[in-house]
């Protein structure tokens, strides 16, 4: 019985504590872009470029009129340097 109340009181903490941080946490530096918006990624002849803060609509327009050779958006995230110092 002592064992049963114990697990249930650790489990309680916990919840406590899970609750008090936040669900997702962005690597250092990273900022979470507006609802709707995110980072457009153009690709054109190997080279990988970004801009931050579009919607998928504006994304694929400009993707298209910058004649990529392939594109995506990342919703609700800002551009990431991928780690090699860009």
Request: charged share 20%; hydrophobic share 45%; glycine share 8%.
């Amino acid at each position: 019985m002592i064992v049963i109340v114990r697990v249930a009181l650790l489990g309680m903490t916990l919840l406590a504590a899970a609750a008090d941080r936040p669900a997702a946490e962005l690597p250092p530096g990273a900022v979470r872009a507006a609802p709707g918006h995110g980072a457009c990624y153009c690709r054109m002849d190997e080279a990988l470029q970004c801009t931050a803060n579009l919607t998928e609509r504006e994304c694929h327009r400009q993707c298209d009129e910058a004649i990529c050779d392939d594109w995506f958006w990342k919703e609700r995230l800002q551009c990431w340097n991928w780690g090699y110092g860009g």
